[in-house]
T-cell receptor, first 114, second 112 residues
Framework: DGGITQSPKYLFRKEGQNVTLSCEQN?????MYWYRQDPGQGLRLIYY???????QKGDIAEGYSVSREKKESFPLTVTSAQKNPTAFYLC?????????????FGPGTRLTVL | QQQVKQSPQSLIVQKGGISIINCAYE??????FPWYQQFPGKGPALLIA?????SEKKEGRFTISFNKSAKQFSLHIMDSQPGDSATYFC???????????FGRGTSLIVHP
């Protein structure tokens, strides 16, 4: 089955730790996105990538980093510089590269800072 | 970033009733207007989408109404069912923008 997988489903982080969230897709999509979801705030864009080895900051990139070494993979690292990382993180990919098509979302990773 | 304003923030409807969620946008270059449905603890999934060459699109019990002059679009859920209870997001995007703009979401509860 084609789709997007995210792992882990739940992640706990201690203060000062970096953690990496995994996102893999087998849809052969060029564009991939990371969103953060907090109650009542909708989906906020962290980073996006239109092509391998290229990515752009979104609205709330501070304290996060990404890489795009393979078309299928777009991991997100939450660094210790992110002061309030507890949230639900969603990875998505898009059928085109223009941002003007359907987005396919993964099941999400819930990150909790202890 | 251009905004998409979504209302209401929450909605409670009785089974069999009509649920209506509204969105308004500013950027006249937007030409793709999807609605996403998200169940608790899951990722959103596309429910229905419209492009501005039509004023209405219907898929089963779900209808998008689009008013280009007013820069508004809405989702109508006919014969609402408890299984429709979820959060609904509208979005808008334009060719070349690379980034869709999402509304803040509407939490829908359908009582049996």
């Amino acid at each position: 089955d084609g789709g997007i997988t995210q792992s882990p489903k739940y992640l706990f982080r201690k203060e000062g730790q970096n953690v990496t969230l995994s996102c893999e897709q087998n849809l052969n999509h060029d564009a991939m996105y990371w969103y953060r979801q907090d109650p009542g705030q909708g989906l906020r864009l962290i980073y996006y990538s239109q092509i391998v080895n290229d990515f752009q900051k979104g609205d709330i990139a501070e304290g996060y980093s990404v890489s795009r070494e393979k078309k299928e993979s777009f991991p997100l690292t939450v660094t210790s510089a992110q002061k309030n990382p507890t949230a639900f993180y969603l990875c998505a990919s898009e059928t085109g590269t223009s941002g003007n098509n359907e987005q396919f979302f993964g099941p999400g990773t819930r990150l909790t800072v202890l | 970033q251009q905004q998409v304003k979504q209302s209401p923030q929450s909605l409670i409807v009785q089974k069999g009733g009509i649920s209506i969620i509204n969105c308004a946008y500013e950027n006249t270059a937007f030409d793709y207007f999807p609605w996403y449905q998200q169940f608790p603890g899951k990722g959103p999934a596309l429910l229905i989408a419209i492009r501005p060459d039509v004023s209405e699109k219907k898929e089963g019990r779900f209808t998008i109404s689009f008013n280009k002059s007013a820069k508004q679009f809405s989702l109508h859920i006919m014969d609402s069912q408890p299984g429709d209870s979820a959060t609904y997001f509208c979005a808008a995007s334009s060719m070349g923008s690379y980034i869709p703009t999402f509304g803040r979401g509407t939490s829908l509860i359908v009582h049996p």
